[in-house]
T-cell receptor, first 109, second 117 residues
Framework: AQRVTQPEKLLSVFKGAPVELKCNYS??????LFWYVQYSRQRLQLLLR??SRESIKGFTADLNKGETSFHLKKPFAQEEDSAMYYC???????????FGPGTSLSVIP | SAVISQKPSRDICQRGTSLTIQCQVD?????MFWYRQQPGQSLTLIAT?????????ESGFVIDKFPISRPNLTFSTLTVSNMSPEDSSIYLC??????????????FGQGTRLTVV
């Protein structure tokens, strides 16, 4: 069965430090991969998707099929990046979304 | 992007009672979903709400406990029936928009925080 793992439940970094939120998945095909973010008192929203290869709010994520990983990175963390981050997978566009357990990022001023 | 209104935003209910959660979308959408997020846990899909037919439930969820209605393409309800404290959770409505293949995005309601006492 498809599965998404995020090994860190909590991650604290200092402002200005690089941050990497890890995500690994188990699926033998070519999935769609996403990062969703939930800021305090806001609803869950899409941060970025692997197909777009874009940088959103300074965050990037590269799909590594060999390592089945989709780690989220930002070179310089900001206080406003503090949030809950969920890695997610879809087998195809018409399949359900499978969410990882989430990583709570705390950026220390 | 779809805008989702979900209500109630929170409720405290007595065990043995039922609560119906409403989800209204500002546009017609094909794919509509209900999730549960238990304290400290990730999102778990309860079911896919299908317009004009019975909802499709995930393993571990049954229609008797979580009946779902989907009368049209903009509205759905989830009922949590015969509640027990284990049902205390956040329930989320979600829709997906697919602009083209491999370009989907899920949108979420603000959630309903349910506490069963």
């Amino acid at each position: 069965a498809q599965r998404v793992t995020q090994p860190e439940k909590l991650l604290s970094v200092f402002k200005g430090a690089p941050v990497e939120l890890k995500c690994n998945y188990s699926y033998s095909g070519s999935p769609e991969l996403f990062w969703y973010v939930q800021y305090s008192r806001q609803r869950l929203q899409l941060l970025l998707r692997h197909i777009s290869r874009e940088s959103i709010k300074g965050f990037t994520a590269d799909l590594n099929k060999g390592e089945t990983s989709f780690h989220l990175k930002k070179p310089f963390a900001q206080e406003e990046d503090s949030a809950m981050y969920y890695c997610a997978l879809k087998k195809t566009s018409y399949d359900k979304v499978i969410f990882g357990p989430g990583t709570s990022l705390s950026v220390i001023p | 992007s779809a805008v989702i209104s979900q209500k109630p935003s929170r409720d405290i209910c007595q065990r043995g009672t039922s609560l119906t959660i409403q989800c209204q979308v500002d546009s017609q959408v094909t794919m509509m979903f209900w999730y549960r997020q238990q304290p400290g846990q990730s999102l778990t899909l309860i079911a896919t709400a299908n317009q004009g037919s019975e909802a499709t439930y995930e393993s571990g969820f049954v229609i008797d406990k979580f009946p779902i209605s989907r009368p049209n393409l903009t509205f759905s309800t989830l009922t949590v029936s015969n509640m027990s404290p284990e049902d205390s959770s956040i329930y989320l409505c979600s829709v997906e928009e697919t602009k083209w293949a491999m370009n989907t995005e899920a949108f979420f309601g603000q959630g309903t925080r349910l506490t069963v006492v």
